[in-house]
């Protein structure tokens, strides 16, 4: 038990970035999914499931496939 801690006290440092950027991912695409009703493809609870539920990779997969046009328009 005593080397789990001694090991996320080790590693802490290099955590704490990576849990910041996750967490301000998140919130600013699911602010963004909020705000814009078009998208390429789905619908706003689809893509908030999306970014919500998978770490990392579901906002990166909105911004690359999800996001409409900043006009409206939706391709």
């Given at each position: 038990m005593n080397n789990d801690?001694?090991l996320l006290m080790e590693?802490?440092?290099?955590?704490?970035?990576?849990?910041?950027?996750?967490?301000?991912?998140?919130?600013?695409s699911a602010i963004h999914?909020?705000?814009?009703?078009?998208?390429?493809?789905?619908?706003?609870?689809?893509?908030?499931?999306?970014?919500?539920?998978?770490?990392?990779?579901?906002?990166?997969?909105?911004?690359?496939?999800?996001?409409?046009?900043?006009?409206?328009?939706?391709?």
């Amino acid at each position: 038990m005593n080397n789990d801690i001694a090991l996320l006290m080790e590693y802490l440092p290099f955590l704490i970035p990576l849990i910041i950027l996750q967490l301000g991912l998140a919130i600013y695409s699911a602010i963004h999914v909020i705000r814009h009703p078009h998208y390429r493809f789905g619908n706003q609870v689809m893509w908030l499931l999306i970014v919500l539920l998978m770490q990392f990779i579901g906002p990166l997969i909105y911004f690359v496939f999800g996001r409409g046009d900043h006009d409206g328009r939706t391709n």
